[in-house]
Each structure stands twice: as structure tokens, then as C-alpha cells.
């Protein structure tokens, strides 16, 4: 399967985000008394909300909606290119990633901590991370940071099995590069999938932007980390590794008396692509 997909994770992204119930003008309140309501025409005192943005409106006002709709868009928009970046540089990710240093004793292979190798996630998300405003730019710097980090500790750790069927009995002193049986990444494990929880992920991104006034960033990164939490773990059950190319010797080959044998001490080929 593909890497998790862009319009997946920013519609999560923004209805997560929507779900925090935000309302602007942040500390508004009607004032009270005739002095308001004598300022503004009808038609700007009573205005449809923009049932679309992902900020709620406090007041009817047409400026006030006219707020709610321009930050929300900014907001929006931002949520939509982080996460095509993100889905953009795992795709990336996943092309170039290989196992190596596997053992493979009989039809086992073996993939310890440190086997499955890829390049860090952070260049190739922030190539087309948001960077239009100064605050989104640090945004996507924290976000691009934790993920990446998150993402290299969770692939250092995967350990699991790999099977190669006709390395338990095979006719020759050596067996040749041969791929093994598709596994779905599931059934793989790593103690470094807590980085990956939502609120771990959330917790380093807001000491990562190191500003606690930024305006609502505990929102944001909390929609940015829930939604790519739930993308991650329906990327583990759709990919499958595979084609991961075992080889090893065959030590007890010994024909006509022994015909066939297991192998023994082989490896695997290092080869990008294994995800799939």
C-alpha cells in the first residue's frame, strides 16, 4: 500500500482541530448597553458564521466572521500542507529504506533492532512544509522535528520475523538472493512506537516551538498528533514488507549423502524498497 494519504490526515487534522471548539474573538464578550449595538449597522451586527472554518465565531458580527473565516483559512491551509509534506516524506522514506545485517538460520530470518534502515523524515518533510508566515514557519519546524525523531526511534527498534520457506531444505551449497514471503508490518514490533502516541508526540512538539504564547498551538499540535497517530497505525496494517532478498550457506551440503540443507548464518541483501 502507499504511504498514508494526504487527504486522510488533514481532513483528521481539521476536524480534530474543529473539535477543540475554539471560539474568536478569543476573550470577546458583548458589551453591554445601546453603545454597541448604535456602531454597526444592522446588516454588519447579524452574519451567517462560516460553518466551514475551523474556528467557531463568538458573535454575529460581520467583522467578526470575516476573522473566523481569514484565520481559519490560514489555519486550514496550513493543516493541508503539513500533512501532504508528512505523507510526501514517508513516500520518500519508504522507496529508500532497506533490511540489513539480518540473520537467517533455516526458513527464519531474523530482523533485530537496527535492521530496517531509512534515511531521517525531517529534510524531506520540511522541502514542502509550510513556511508562508514567520509562525507557521516555526510550526512546521516543530512538527517536522518530532516526527522525524519519533519516526527514526520507532524504525530503529522494529524487530520481527521474515520467512524464506526454501531455506529450510535447499539443494545447493549456497542459496541464492531470494525474496522472502510478504509479511504485513503489523506483526512487527518496537519499544520506540510510544514516541509515536499522540500525546508524546504532542508534549515534544510544543517544547520543540519553546513559545507558550503562540496562538493556539496546543490545539494545533494536538489535531497534527492524533490524526497522524490514527494514519499511522492503519499505514502498519495496509503496508507489507517484502522482497527483502535472503541468501546464505548451505554448511551440510554434501551430495550424493546429503542432497539438501538448511541454511545457516546467511543474511540479507541490502535492497531499498522493502516497503510496500
Given at each position: 500500500m502507499p504511504a498514508p494519504?494526504?487527504?486522510m490526515l488533514s481532513q483528521l487534522g481539521k476536524l480534530n482541530f474543529k473539535a477543540t471548539a475554539i471560539g474568536l474573538p478569543v476573550k470577546w464578550t458583548t458589551p453591554r448597553g445601546e453603545q454597541y449595538t448604535k456602531a454597526f449597522a444592522i446588516s454588519e451586527l447579524v452574519n451567517p458564521p462560516d460553518a466551514a472554518s475551523v474556528f467557531l465565531v463568538k458573535s454575529p458580527n460581520k467583522y467578526h466572521v470575516q476573522t473566523q473565516r481569514e484565520i481559519g483559512k490560514g489555519f486550514a491551509d496550513f493543516i493541508d500542507k503539513i500533512s501532504g509534506a508528512i505523507c510526501d516524506g514517508i513516500d520518500k522514506w519508504m522507496k529508500l529504506t532497506m533490511v540489513s545485517g539480518m540473520v537467517i538460520n533455516g526458513p527464519v530470518g531474523m530482523v533485530l533492532p537496527g535492521n530496517l534502515t531509512g534515511p531521517p523524515l525531517m529534510p524531506f518533510i520540511l522541502a514542502s512544509a509550510p513556511v508562508n508566515t514567520a509562525q507557521f514557519m516555526k510550526y512546521s519546524k516543530a512538527i517536522a522535528q518530532v516526527v522525524s525523531t519519533a519516526w527514526q526511534t520507532w524504525q530503529s527498534g522494529l524487530m520481527g520475523q521474515l520467512m524464506y520457506p526454501a531455506f529450510a531444505?535447499?539443494?545447493?551449497?549456497?542459496?541464492?538472493?531470494?525474496?522472502?514471503?510478504?509479511?504485513?508490518?503489523?506483526?512487527?514490533?518496537?519499544?520506540g512506537e510510544a514516541m509515536l502516541s499522540p500525546a508524546s508526540l504532542k508534549a515534544q512538539m510544543i517544547a520543540n516551538l519553546g513559545d507558550p504564547d503562540a496562538l493556539h498551538h496546543k490545539e494545533l499540535f494536538e489535531a497534527v498528533a492524533q490524526a497522524f497517530n490514527t494514519s499511522f497505525t492503519l499505514f502498519k496494517a495496509t503496508t507489507l514488507v517484502q522482497n527483502v532478498l535472503g541468501t546464505g550457506p548451505i554448511p551440510t551440503f554434501a551430495p550424493p549423502f546429503v542432497p539438501v540443507g538448511p541454511v545457516v548464518g546467511g543474511t540479507s541483501v541490502p535492497t531499498p524498497g522493502v516497503l510496500t
Open positions: 494519504q494526504k487527504s531444505a535447499f539443494p545447493g551449497p549456497m542459496a541464492p538472493p531470494t525474496p522472502c514471503v510478504p509479511m504485513p508490518l503489523i506483526a512487527f514490533s518496537s519499544p
